[in-house]
């Protein structure tokens, strides 16, 4: 049997980062990761990230959501090294500093934001240097994006004539205000958290990558995780833990991952014919996700990407200065420019973030739209409605059961409801009102019926799920502020699944943070 201090399951955001921190230090660590390499030519053009292959995305749908009219939703994961770093929109948002100082006042001590920022600056390479917020020397490039749309600077401008502050570094001093974000890439391509931490250490004695396999469970016993079971093309086999396993799954399959390993709710684990070996009834509960509503305009302005013959060809032209270069439209995160808001005056952080995007949007960018036009989303940032994670079955291959229960509590619609409205006020706006667009979508905006229905019609994610294995200092927590899972030893949770709150932002730079420090925590432990 082979055997490793440390078992990272997942190589996405934390884990990614995890299982590079603890082989870098010198323990020998096996990284588990059940999809491909992630090295193709789709998944490093940021342009291409509506085409990237179907084996790099898990492509999970919701169970019907009452408060979406009934509807499936659509939830994209990534799968293979990098997990969702290596398919997402590779915005760099940390959240806010009251997200971290609320996780403190919960009951995560050494969570605040205090706590958490130096984690940050460890992670990051920021092209624009060093200083009390940013930090340059670490693997994960941040860095301004090499061409932008003139509609995405047009959209800044609109905000500003409606006297939103113009806001240059949402990862700064202040989140609030309108700007262009900064982005997850390295020379005009895609830098993944895999191509950040493992990509590096990939000729290393010390890291074992094991991809295109599928975890069966975790190894319990004596009240300790003592090593994985996986499946690789139908044989089973089973790695022992010297130190302990991390479980960086991610939300969706963490918990999916503890239940098939008799951690979770006693019953329905009975229900599906698995042994309970903790009864842990917040596995798979407290899911939380941003909730976005997708505004949508026409124009005549081919400036905007969109499918026309003008349109085609400067895509074509655009490849060909990509391949050759590195710059051009091929590096656009399409999520260009954005914002952060607050639309109830009792919020205490913003709770409303922007997306503009320079094409027209429909179903996720799954189906494809005429003409020329451009998108913007809103989204709730600190939702109060809760889901859940539950099996489908014991089957590991089977999808888990996700149930977002969107838009449930009435004060997320109330939110949605104001910042659908703030989008529109900006397009109609002078500097965005030049293109003269044209609603997809036209609806009342003062009647809050006509607008509720429009946007339970049309909501959906904003993929940025969190919560179903939570953090916390109370005993129905999932793991300890040490995000040691609560009465097993040896095994540790580090992924967004563990946030006891939904972060004021997108979750790829926080979960890259958690597995930043979930590395330190173990390296102390295994000193003992």
């Not at 179907?54 to 499936?72: E, F, H």
């Not at 016993?221 to 022992?240: D, F, N």
């Not at 539950?390 to 409801?417: C, H, K, Q, V, Y």
Request: aromatic share 8%; charged share 25%.
């Amino acid at each position: 049997m082979d055997e490793f201090d440390v078992i990272v399951i997942g190589g996405g955001s934390g884990g990614s980062a995890v299982a590079g921190r603890l082989a870098e230090a010198g323990k020998r660590v096996c990284l588990l990761e059940a999809g491909p390499r992630n090295d193709n030519m789709f998944i490093k053009t940021p342009g291409f990230m509506p085409f990237i292959r179907n084996a790099s995305n898990y492509r999970y749908d919701t169970v019907p959501q009452k408060g979406l009219k009934g509807r499936i939703g659509y939830q994209p994961r990534g799968r293979g090294l990098g997990g969702s770093s290596a398919i997402n929109a590779m915005i760099y948002i940390r959240g806010n500093r009251w997200d971290y100082d609320n996780w403190a006042a919960l009951g995560c001590d050494g969570w605040s934001y205090d706590d958490v920022l130096p984690y940050f600056k460890r992670a990051e390479h920021n092209v624009r240097g060093e200083d009390e917020y940013h930090g340059a020397r670490g693997p994960l490039w941040v860095s301004d994006q090499k061409y932008c749309n003139p509609g995405s600077h047009a959209f800044v401008d609109a905000a500003t004539q409606l006297q939103l502050p113009h806001n240059a570094d949402f990862n700064g001093a202040k989140q609030e205000g309108f700007g262009l974000y900064q982005v997850t890439q390295k020379d005009g391509e895609r830098w993944s958290a895999a191509r950040a931490y493992v990509e590096p250490l990939r000729s290393s004695h010390n890291l074992d990558i094991r991809i295109g396999v599928t975890v069966q469970r975790i190894e319990i016993s004596e009240g300790r995780a003592r090593g994985v079971t996986y499946t690789v093309a139908g044989k089973e086999r089973t790695l022992s833990a010297r130190g302990g396993v991390v479980l960086s799954a991610g939300a969706f399959n963490s918990p999916q991952i503890m239940m098939l390993s008799g951690i979770g709710p006693a019953a329905h684990l009975k229900e599906h014919g698995i042994d309970v070996l903790a009864d842990m009834a917040a596995v798979g509960s407290d899911l939380q996700d941003h909730p976005d509503y997708v505004s949508s305009w026409e124009t005549d302005n081919t400036d905007f990407i969109g499918t026309s013959l003008k349109g085609s060809v400067r895509m074509v032209k655009a490849i060909v200065e990509h391949r050759r270069k590195r710059t051009g439209i091929m590096t656009t995160p399409y999520a260009e420019a954005g914002g952060f808001w607050k639309v109830m005056n009792d919020a205490p952080a913003p709770d409303v973030q922007w997306h503009f995007v320079p094409a027209m949007l429909e179903d996720h960018g799954r189906q494809s739209v005429k003409g020329h036009g451009f998108s913007l989303h809103a989204c709730v940032l600190r939702p109060e409605s809760r889901g859940t994670v539950r099996l489908a079955s014991n089957d590991a291959d089977d999808a888990p059961r996700i149930d977002p229960n969107f838009l449930d509590d009435e004060r997320d619609m109330a939110t949605l409801r104001a910042g659908v409205r703030l989008s529109h006020r900006i397009v109609d706006a002078p500097a965005m009102a030049v293109y003269n667009p044209q609603d997809r979508y036209p609806v009342d905006l003062d009647d809050d019926d006509a607008l509720d229905d429009l946007i339970r019609s049309r909501a959906d994610t904003v993929y940025h799920p969190v919560g179903t294995c939570r953090m916390g200092s109370d005993p129905d927590s999932v793991v300890d502020p040490q995000l040691k899972v609560r009465g097993i030893n040896g095994l540790w949770i580090a992924d967004a699944s563990i946030m006891p709150r939904l972060v004021s932002g997108n979750t790829n730079a926080p979960s890259i943070m958690i597995g930043e420090r979930c590395a330190d925590l173990v390296k102390a432990e295994l000193k003992h």
